[in-house]
């Protein structure tokens, strides 16, 4: 008789796409959004049970029984709550927050300001609602203080549990350089390299062309654009054409186009009606856009190096990156537009430290 055949191996347990999606979300939360938003409002939906996100709330179930056993725990206190019953009723929450301003499904974070813990009164909760964004993330899962530490005690043990990100991808090859041939023994000798000349040299000088920016280009090579149709023999462009000229070449640059990306998600949350500021679009990227956008663009997706440039540092370098790679887009001559996002010179002068106000990502 013939040998029995070994048995199948085991099934691998690989977690389904959107999971991955929302593992990786979380990788980065506590160091880019400062929220946990891809944990927070798919549960905020199951506790309301309104069927919003009802995918994310089925992998984050399947992901873990801790979801449903806690799930069910915050569904009780809700409905022996007078308070917060009401809000289990359907479209109670989304209408709130609708009249406040557009985005639902998505549940905005709290303000910081409105932690407790600022006033030393970590077991008391967050404020229900906030004043422009309605029910927040905190406000709805902190009315019971116990219950929303345990929440945060799992989505750490989460954190904690995934694997390492995987390693950088090797550079690649240098391109071989072909050396230079052999001068012929009868060609003259090369002329003599000349010094550089002192800055006093150029002083009235005839240019015949400006450089405005010096970059990294492709294969780390120096990138210096230069713009010889506006300058003018003997003196300098008029200031602020030649750079609007060189940054619409510069477009293409991806840390550029990766900003204007964020800049544009982050309008199109924020709204149309009224202009913004500098400030409140890097605000908005930081809290509620990056994440998003980063992972599943697929453009961004594609070049991981992006992400790790606009990432790297703290939290305030990646507001301060951010706040230049747009302040780049109009290179300081207000009022312009940009593509889809239009610049005002009236905000962009205002006092309050605000650098550039961008507007209403029309067009």
């Known amino acids: 008789p013939l040998p029995m055949p070994p048995p199948p191996p085991p099934p691998v347990d690989v977690p389904s796409p959107l999971l991955a999606v929302l593992l990786e979300r979380l990788r980065h939360a506590a160091t880019v959004s400062r929220t946990y938003s891809c944990v927070f409002v798919p549960f905020a939906h199951a506790l309301l049970q309104d069927g919003e996100m009802a995918a994310e709330v089925a992998a984050w179930a399947a992901h873990d029984p801790a979801w449903a056993a806690l799930l069910g725990r915050y569904r009780e206190f809700f409905e022996a709550s007078p308070r917060l019953a009401p809000l289990l009723q359907p479209n ?9 301003q557009p985005g639902w499904p998505y549940i905005e974070p709290a303000p910081e ?3 407790p813990a600022l006033r030393g009164r970590q ?10 964004r309605g029910f927040t993330q905190e406000g709805l899962l902190s009315q019971s203080p116990r219950l929303f530490q345990e929440l945060q005690f799992v989505v750490r043990r989460w954190e904690q549990a995934l694997p390492p990100p995987p390693p950088p991808p090797p550079p690649p090859d240098p391109t071989p350089v072909t050396p230079p041939r052999p001068p012929a023994p009868d060609a003259p000798p090369p002329a003599p390299r000349r010094p550089p000349l002192p800055a006093s040299a150029l002083r009235g000088a005839s240019l015949d062309a400006f450089v405005q920016m010096v970059g990294e280009g492709p294969g780390g090579r120096l990138w210096a654009p230069v713009d ?12 602020g054409r030649s750079m609007q000229h060189l940054l619409r070449e510069a477009e293409a640059g991806p840390r550029l186009r990766a900003a204007y990306e964020l800049a544009v998600a ?23 856009v990056l994440g998003d956008v980063m992972y599943d663009h697929a453009h961004l997706r594609r070049r991981p190096e992006l992400r790790e440039h ?17 302040n780049a887009m109009h290179g300081g001559g207000l009022p312009t537009t940009h593509r889809r996002i239009r610049f005002d010179a009236a905000a962009h002068g205002g006092g309050g430290g605000r650098a550039a106000a961008a507007a209403g990502g029309g067009g």
């Open 92 to 100: 109670t929450v989304r209408d709130i927050n609708l009249a406040a």
């Open 113 to 115: 300001q409105e932690d």
């Open 123 to 132: 077991d008391e909760p967050w404020p229900l609602q906030s004043p422009g």
């Open 228 to 239: 010889h149709s506006l300058t003018v023999s003997g003196r300098l462009p008029p200031p």
């Open 266 to 288: 982050a309008l199109e949350r924020l709204g149309h009606s009224i202009d913004h500021s500098l400030p409140a679009v890097v605000d908005e990227i930081a809290s509620s």
């Open 310 to 326: 606009l990432l790297r540092g703290t939290e305030r370098e990646v507001r301060a990156r951010l706040a230049g790679l747009i």
